[in-house]
């Protein structure tokens, strides 16, 4: 904990960057830049709609190989009188290992409540997040995939928390599904915790669905759907979403 403290996202930001865009990584090497943005209806997290309005969610991420580091956002498009409604920033970093029948992928990521200090790292008042990821992915018509994340470091109080999600997509009638189930388990007190009370609880059981939408001969938009419920909480989320 006290190591994380000690190193700071802008520090990070400007190794990585370094690294990246350095006289041995040019853009002929391999260096690809993506940018875009999702539109949602709702932004649904374990079980959890955060926020109550349609959310805009801009990316933007460097891939080089098998490595990518992105930054991520999701800022509601209404606002409350106050102005505090949820914002979140997201940095995270992993690398694919492609394996033949299926790719697995460590990755480290920060989650941050934009309406608190970027910097601030002090466990009695931090918003940021850290958490370690795995995940391997089938590659063939069928593919299963399985998550295992950890969430180790937060604000003061929060439990370090184990969260898994398993599924798997499969594509019919040209629609792309993933039927997907997902669970966590913390002491009282965990990431996402909604008075689970230190019980292995399953957090989401639901499905999503894909499909590209042909505009025009050169314009096409990715657009996805999600139902899903949390069997503790006994609510229901839907989610509409459109790609750009």
Do not use: C
């Not at 003061?156 to 039927?179: H, K, N, W």
Request: aromatic share 14%; glycine share 10%; net charge negative.
């Amino acid at each position: 904990m006290h190591l994380l403290k000690r190193i700071s996202l802008s520090t990070l930001l400007l190794l990585t960057m370094s690294f990246l865009f350095s006289p041995s990584n040019s853009q002929a090497q391999g260096i690809k830049i993506d940018a875009g943005a999702d539109l949602t209806s709702r932004f649904i997290y374990r079980g959890l709609d955060l926020g109550s309005s349609p959310q805009v969610q801009p990316r933007i991420g460097v891939n080089y190989e098998g490595f990518s580091f992105y930054l991520w956002g999701s800022h509601p498009l209404s606002t409350t009188p106050d102005g505090t409604e949820y914002k979140e920033v997201k940095f995270w970093m992993n690398y694919t290992f492609d394996l033949g029948e299926f790719l697995l992928t460590p990755q480290i990521e920060n989650h941050f409540n934009a309406n608190a200090d970027l910097f601030d790292f002090d466990d009695q008042t931090t918003t940021h997040v850290f958490q370690a990821s795995l995940r391997a992915a089938g590659k063939g018509e069928v593919a299963p995939d399985f998550l295992v994340g950890y969430a180790f470091w937060g604000p003061d109080g929060m439990e370090p928390t184990l969260y898994l999600e398993a599924g798997v997509s499969f594509i019919t009638s040209g629609i792309g599904l993933r039927p997907f189930l997902s669970t966590q388990y913390s002491e009282p007190g965990g990431f996402v915790d909604l008075g689970y009370e230190g019980d292995f609880v399953v957090t989401q059981i639901g499905i999503q669905a894909g499909r590209v939408i042909q505009i025009t001969e050169t314009a096409s938009y990715p657009v996805g759907f999600m139902i899903a419920i949390n069997p503790k909480t006994e609510r229901a989320f839907t989610a509409f979403s459109v790609s750009f």
